[in-house]
């Protein structure tokens, strides 16, 4: 009778969130070591649906790290990086792109849709979704890119039927020229466009902290000001640095809140948007 008793409290507790979200539409970022673990990516994807038939509208943008360096080690190529952001000569851009859209989006969409009918694989490149450009103007044989312009007609044609959209962050030019773009960078523009309720970035760590050795110097709520404080101190750096910028940007352009969580925990996704301690760094304007 007690367990009774306590689940119908749990029920409780959530229904105010269950309020709040309804009908919202959340943007989630899938990247780091969650990827590779099936166990774990099996969490994630039980924790989406679970938000999804609570009635938010769920968009799904996904990388693919280390899944990328993996098959280019495979081809005996170095992974290079530049402030967090892959370097891509041409053939690191058709790997990239053979890997993130012919492999992790499918396989992706095939967990989301052994329970369900509601998955759709896409990439930027999907009805002109995302329009990019070079992100090194001064290096003409780097394929990194970033997001010049977003076109949400086949994001609300999906949300409004009921889908869930799964991008790969791939895109081409004007030209027809591909681009390997930053996967937070690519959901956040999404979210911006959108005017998400909250853009939520899964990584390999805790959030933001003061010492990346201690765990307990977590930063549970931050606003722009205290993050780019935080990058002038060269607290936030490296990898964390497209992270907090996407994070700022879509922050000034209607997204309600940004969240940097660790997605290696299980039900990290429920305990960070149903609880209101959370469980890692949200970011606020």
């Keep these: 009778m007690l367990k009774n008793f306590e689940s119908i409290q749990v029920l409780n507790d959530l229904l105010p969130f269950i309020k709040d979200f309804y009908g919202s539409t959340i943007v989630i970022k899938y990247g780091g070591s969650a990827m590779k673990d099936i166990s774990l990516k099996s969490k994630i994807i039980e924790d989406i649906l679970f938000l999804y038939y609570m009635g938010i509208k769920v968009v799904i943008v996904h990388g693919g790290g280390p899944i990328i360096n993996y098959w280019l080690k495979q081809m005996n190529i170095e992974p290079r990086f530049f402030n967090g952001i892959r370097v891509t000569d041409k053939i690191t851009m058709e790997l990239v792109e053979m890997v993130l859209v012919g492999k992790v989006n499918k396989d992706l969409v095939s967990l989301f849709n052994r329970s369900s009918n ?3 694989g896409l990439s930027g ?6 329009t990019a450009s070079s992100f090194f103007i001064d290096q003409p044989d780097n394929y990194t890119g970033k997001v010049e312009k977003v076109n949400l007609d086949i994001i ?3 949300l409004s039927n009921g889908y869930i959209p799964v991008i790969a962050s791939i895109a081409s030019d004007l030209n027809g020229q591909s681009y390997n773009i930053n996967a937070d960078s690519v959901a956040g ?3 911006e466009c959108l005017n998400a309720q909250k853009l939520i970035l899964l990584t390999d ?5 003061l010492n990346i050795d201690k765990p307990a110097s977590l930063i549970k709520h931050l606003n722009i ?7 002038n101190q060269q607290i936030i750096a490296g990898g964390m640095i497209p992270k907090v910028d996407c994070c700022i940007q879509a922050l000034k352009n209607n997204v309600v809140s940004a969240h940097i969580i660790n997605g290696n925990i299980q039900h990290a996704l429920l305990l960070e948007i149903l609880t209101s301690s ?3 760094s949200k970011l606020v304007a």
């Design 189 to 191: 523009a999404i979210a």
């Design 156 to 158: 609300n044609i999906l």
């Design 225 to 231: 000001e205290k993050l780019e404080d935080l990058k």
């Design 278 to 280: 959370g469980i890692g």
């Design 118 to 120: 509601i998955a759709v």
């Design 125 to 130: 490149k999907d009805a002109n979704l995302i």
């Design 205 to 209: 760590t805790p959030g933001i902290m």
